[in-house]
């Protein structure tokens, strides 16, 4: 059975950093794209980055240069680095993994972490 | 980027209703075009993909359809368990991106 389950999200200040981490069961992480996707409260769903399987990366404009995405084949984790974080940034994390047809459509999602940014 | 924008972003329904939701991109997206059903407080679920396929355990009476701009969710005849926020998002550019969102709500 395919799980993904979020963890790390925290309170933390302006500025600040926090690493959030997605633990995978069912399927190798490496042979997916995998994403993060976020909610911030009472709005809608914002992509945030994705890890392709062969490595590359991309990010959504508001988090390019702060945020970094990667993937630990050995634990079978994704991980989320957070840098400079904003207000902004105060959401639900979810990360998704990737079906393998052509549209890359996200099938199975985590259950989310709170990441809140506030001094 | 692709911008994705819904409409209506809200829509009052009664069950057995027949129900639309439309979704237009910026640019063309091909059939790059999915969409998910979201209930308060839980993960997005996957409903359609590549614009027209039901994804496996989804009910039979949803339904997606369209190519390059312009794309339609139809739920064929309301349920209750259908009252959610539907999204959605386009996989064309490799950086994504959902729509605002449509808020199903009952009459």
């Known amino acids: ?119 | 980027d692709i911008q994705m924008t819904q409409s209506p972003s809200s829509l009052s329904a009664s069950i057995g209703d027949r129900v639309t939701i439309t979704c237009r991109a910026s640019q063309s997206v091909a059939g790059f075009l999915n969409w998910y059903q979201q209930k308060p407080g839980t993960a997005p679920k996957l409903l359609i993909y590549s614009a027209s396929n039901l994804q496996s355990g989804a009910p039979s009476r949803f339904s997606g359809s369209g190519s390059g701009t312009d794309f339609t969710l139809t739920i064929s005849s309301l349920q209750p368990e259908d009252f959610a926020t539907y999204y959605c998002q386009q996989s064309y550019s490799s950086r994504y991106t959902f729509g605002q969102g449509t808020k199903l709500e009952i009459k």
């Open chain 1, 1 to 119: 059975e395919v799980q993904l389950v979020e963890s790390g999200g925290a309170l933390v200040r302006p500025g600040g950093s926090l690493r959030l981490s997605c633990a995978a069961s069912g399927f190798t992480v490496s042979m997916y794209y995998m994403t993060w996707v976020r909610q911030a409260p009472g709005k809608g769903l914002e992509w945030v980055s994705i890890i392709f399987a062969g490595g590359t990366t991309s990010y959504a404009h508001s988090v390019e240069g702060r945020f970094t995405i990667s993937r630990d084949n050995s634990k079978n984790t994704l991980y989320l680095q957070m840098n400079s974080l904003r207000p902004e940034d105060t959401a639900v994390y979810y990360c998704a993994r990737a079906h393998t047809v052509v549209t890359r459509p996200f099938d199975y999602w985590g259950q989310g972490t709170l990441v809140t940014v506030s001094s």
